[in-house]
């Protein structure tokens, strides 16, 4: 039985964790640019070889 507390223990811990990981990458504006990674596709460069004609 005391097992399971051990892991309820770790397990809200680790969630915590978690919880200040997300807290802090939305403080450092890490979820700001929405748009650009969808249209990121689009814009790619052309080959190598098509732009030396």
Excluded: N
Aim: glycine residues 6%; contains cysteine; proline residues 4%.
């Amino acid at each position: 039985m005391s097992i399971i507390y051990f892991l309820i223990g770790c397990s809200i811990i680790l969630a915590l964790v978690f919880l200040g990981a997300f807290f802090w990458a939305q403080r450092h504006g890490q979820h700001d640019d929405l748009y650009t990674p969808s249209v990121r596709i689009l814009l790619d460069d052309q080959p190598a070889d098509e732009t030396k004609k």
